[in-house]
């Protein structure tokens, strides 16, 4: 992997770090704040008030904890050096049920190479934000994700039932899941297609396993 390619990818992790945090343990801490300014505005005036904010404030910080030992798990090298390839994505799937009890969510994960340091994290971190990219805006009842390695070529399917992506979208480079998708896979030297329509969408990517570029 070049250089270029090497920055390009750490270059987009860490967007998706400071897109993660934002949207969650920025956002509650705001609201944490304006929860202690409400105790201390109770605190002297209705006591009774003052604790139940108190309680509400404590659950919120044990919230907040959770969620960033969340984030802090899922970088590596935790996730996958600490737990394996399959544990990781075992846990990946118990953590889309646990937050989505409707949901069905089937996976079948091949072996992956992990030698080169960034294949068998790319894919996960891909998989990752197809995964989260369908939860949050398709309405999906079920995703169905394959990682099948032929020794040639690893081909990553991510499918779901949900309302479908347009057009604009698809080709809309900065559309940010998508864009970090892309990213990963033409550091990887692979190809991502995706196939959409108002039943489903299909996102098919072709990784090849020595750094030939796909034509």
Same mark, same amino acid.
């Given at each position: ?36 300014? #409400? ?7 209705? /006591?009774?008030? %003052?604790?139940?904010? $108190? !309680?509400?404030?404590?659950? =919120? &910080? ?40 409707? #949901? ?7 072996? /992956?190479?992990? %030698?080169?340091?960034? $294949? !068998?994290?790319?894919?996960? =971190? &891909? ?89």
């Amino acid at each position: 992997m070049e250089k270029k390619e090497i920055l390009l990818l750490q270059e987009a992790e860490r967007k998706r770090i400071a897109e993660e945090l934002h949207n969650t343990t920025v956002q509650d801490m705001i609201c944490l704040s304006q929860q202690l300014e #409400l105790i201390l505005l109770y605190i002297d005036q209705d /006591v009774t008030r %003052s604790k139940l904010e $108190t !309680a509400v404030a404590r659950k =919120r &910080i044990k919230d907040i904890i959770s969620e960033m030992r969340e984030t802090i798990y899922d970088l590596r090298p935790m996730i996958i050096d600490d737990i394996g390839w399959q544990a990781s994505f075992e846990r990946l799937r118990d953590k889309l049920l646990c937050d989505n009890a409707d #949901l069905c969510v089937r996976f079948d994960i091949d072996a /992956v190479d992990q %030698s080169d340091g960034i $294949t !068998a994290i790319s894919i996960y =971190r &891909i998989v990752c934000e197809g995964c989260q990219n369908i939860i949050k805006h398709s309405n999906a009842e079920y995703i169905d994700v394959s990682v099948k390695n032929d020794g040639r070529f690893i081909k990553v399917c991510i499918h779901d039932n949900g309302d479908g992506i347009e057009d604009e979208i698809v080709f809309h480079k900065n559309h940010f899941g998508l864009q970090f998708m892309r990213e990963r896979v033409d550091a990887l030297s692979g190809k991502m297609e995706i196939v959409s329509s108002a039943s489903g969408t299909f996102i098919n990517i072709v990784i090849p396993t020595e750094r030939e570029v796909l034509k």
